[in-house]
C-alpha cells in the first residue's frame, strides 16, 4: 500500500514550568491509503489529541505530520485553512449539520465552496446520496430526520470532496445501537466500495471491530497494536475487548 500519512515522533504538551502534562509522547505510526484505522484507549490517553492535531486543529509541541511526504508542521495558518478544505474530510459526534439547509444542501456546501460546477456537483450528489442509502431524505432537513440518517448525511458530507483522508471522532457516540451499527456498516462501504482511507477515534469496542487495524494509546504512547487479517469481526472483537482490559477499560472520549 503507498503510505498516505506519517506520525513522526510526535509529542503535544500542555502547561509551563514545573506544571506540564504530556498529552501525546513520541508517538510514531503510519497510515497507508485505504486503511480504515481506530485509534483507542482509555480517558486521558491522548486519542481526541492526537487526532486533532492530525487534522491539523492543533499544533505539535514536537516532531513532524507529512501527507504524502508535505510536511503540514511547517504551513503557515493560510495553507492549512487550504489543505483541510481540500484534503480532509470530518465526520463528527455531535454531526454539525446545519438545521437552515436541507440535507442535500449540507452535502453540496462544501463543493460550492469550493467552486465546483453545477454538472459535476449534481453528478457527485446523486451518487453519494444513493451509495449511502439517503437519497429519499435529500429534501428532508436535519431536524426531520433521525440520528443515524444525520450520519450518514455528514459522511456524505466529508466524501463528497473526495479528501485524502477521513477523520472521524467518536462518531456513534451520539447514535443508538441501530442506527450506529448502519453508521459502520456505511464505513465500510465508504471504505472498501468507495477507497475512503478513514481514522476513527472510539472508546467502543463493537466500533472499532469494523475497522482493519486498530492502535491502543496508554499515557500518551502506543502501547499496542492489533491487526485484523482473515479474522471474523467476533474474533476481532473478542482480541479488542482483551487488550482494552490491560489498558484498564474503554475509558470515554477524552
Known sequence: MKELIKIDDVEKYYGNGTNITKAVNR????????????????????KTTLLNMIATVDKVTAGHIYYENVDITEMDDDALADFRRESLGFVFQDFNLLDTLTIEENIVLALSLRGVEKKEIEKRVNDITKRLGISKIRDKFPYEVSGGQKQRCACARAIVNNPKIILADEPTGALDSKSSQMLLETFQIMNEELKATILMVTHDAFSASYCKRILFLKDGKIFYELVRGEKSRREFLNEILDVLSLAGGEGSND
Open 27 to 46: 508517538v510514531d505510526f503510519q497510515v497507508d491509503k485505504g486503511e480504515f484505522i481506530a485509534i483507542m484507549g482509555p480517558s486521558g490517553s491522548g
